[in-house]
């Protein structure tokens, strides 16, 4: 099966914890992302990758960072986590990014703060 | 500033009726424009897209008018079913090298049996 897999599906965590987000896709594409939805269902992009390469980054506060081992794969990790960090974390990937191909998504992961 | 903007923020339709779902944009670099489908729990599917050289694209019950000069959309769901009930976002990116994408807010909509 080819698609974008993500885990886990939920996680509850305290105040200052660190966090760490798996994401793999198993489409061939070349570009993978990070978004972020909150509880209004607002989607907003977090990161993306191109060949290994931060491409974009939409100025998340820094204790967010994304780490990629190869152009398959690409983990988030948050380094204390905030209240306001409770949203669905949603991975994503494309073909091309030139040609704008729409990227797909995976089922993503829900983030609790307590 | 919201580039990409969606209205209603939620429709109510019956079974067997036509549901229209409005998107509108700023940014005149925007060229493609793809909607997508969210059920509750689960991660936004592509659902159609268009680009801008076109003014209309269909795939089965579901068409997007595009009006380039308005900056303006509209995804049409004909003969809708329960089924259909989610959430759908309009989303927006433009050339350049950059596949950023630019979501609007999402409608959500109902469909009664």
């Known amino acids: 099966e080819t698609a974008v897999f993500q885990t886990p599906n939920y996680h509850v965590t305290q105040v200052g914890n660190e966090v760490s987000f798996n994401c793999k896709q198993t489409?061939?594409?070349?570009?993978m992302y990070w978004y972020k939805q909150d509880s209004k269902k607002l989607l907003k992009i977090m990161f993306s990758?191109?060949?290994?390469?931060?491409?974009v980054n939409e100025t998340v506060p820094r204790r967010f960072s994304p780490q990629s081992s190869d152009k398959a794969h690409l983990n988030l990790r948050i380094k204390s986590v905030e209240p306001e960090d409770s949203a669905v974390y949603l991975c994503?990937?494309?073909?091309?990014?030139?040609?704008?191909?729409?990227?797909?998504f995976g089922e993503g992961t829900r983030l609790s703060v307590l | 500033q919201q580039q990409v903007r969606q209205s209603p923020q939620s429709l109510t339709v019956w079974e067997g009726e036509t549901a229209i779902l409005n998107c509108s944009y700023e940014?005149?670099?925007?060229?493609?424009f793809p909607w997508y489908q969210q059920f509750p729990g689960e991660g936004p599917a592509l659902l159609i897209a268009?680009?801008?050289?076109?003014d209309k694209k269909e795939d089965g019950r579901f068409t997007i008018f595009f009006n380039k000069r308005e900056k303006k959309l509209s995804l049409h769901i004909t003969d809708s079913q329960p089924g259909d009930s989610a959430t759908y976002f309009c989303?927006?990116?433009?050339?350049?090298?950059?596949?950023?994408?630019?979501f609007g807010q999402g409608t959500v909509l109902s469909v009664i049996p």
């Open positions: 990758y191109n060949n290994k390469q931060l491409i």
């Open positions: 989303a927006a990116s433009g050339t350049g090298g950059n596949n950023k994408l630019t």
């Open positions: 994503a990937s494309s073909r091309d990014r030139v040609n704008n191909q729409a990227p797909l």
């Open positions: 489409l061939g594409h070349d570009t």
């Open positions: 940014n005149s670099a925007f060229d493609y």
């Open positions: 268009i680009r801008s050289v076109s």
